[in-house]
Nanobody, 124 residues
Framework: QVQLVESGGGLVQAGGSLRLSCAAS????????MGWFRQAPGKEREFVAA????????YYADSVKGRFTISRDNAKNTLYLEMHSLKPEDTAVYYC?????????????????WGQGTQVTVSS
């Protein structure tokens, strides 16, 4: 069982930046593919970014490409999401997820464990 705890969300003005963190309670963090998803009110959960087990491969949704950066520190069992040039449409609850997979996963059903989420609100 893997527990994931997100932090770093908050209220920011459009154009601002935030850094989300996701702490994992597992000694085998490096064996999991990790991802970030988000869910806005009234919308389905959507893929944001994903990273391979050792961090060499990353994938991004087109809507965040060039503005968001996913990274991980396997020594600290922590996943990160750097968000820049934030827009009001980025407002959502952001979730981190861990998947027991060899390949990077960009769809929610592929992930096995989920955090509780952290709210990001971008004001215009």
């Amino acid at each position: 069982q893997v527990q994931l705890v997100e932090s770093g969300g908050g209220l920011v003005q459009a154009g601002g930046s935030l850094r989300l963190s996701c702490a994992a309670s597992t000694r085998t963090f490096s064996s999991y593919v990790m991802g970030w998803f988000r869910q806005a009110p009234g919308k389905e959960r959507e893929f944001v970014a994903a990273i391979s087990r050792i961090g060499r491969t990353t994938y991004y949704a087109d809507s965040v490409k060039g503005r968001f950066t996913i990274s991980r520190d396997n020594a600290k069992n922590t996943l990160y999401l750097e968000m820049h040039s934030l827009k009001p449409e980025d407002t959502a609850v952001y979730y981190c997820a861990a998947g027991n997979s060899i390949v990077v996963i960009t769809t929610a059903p592929g992930y096995d464990y989920w955090g509780q989420g952290t709210q990001v609100t971008v004001s215009s």
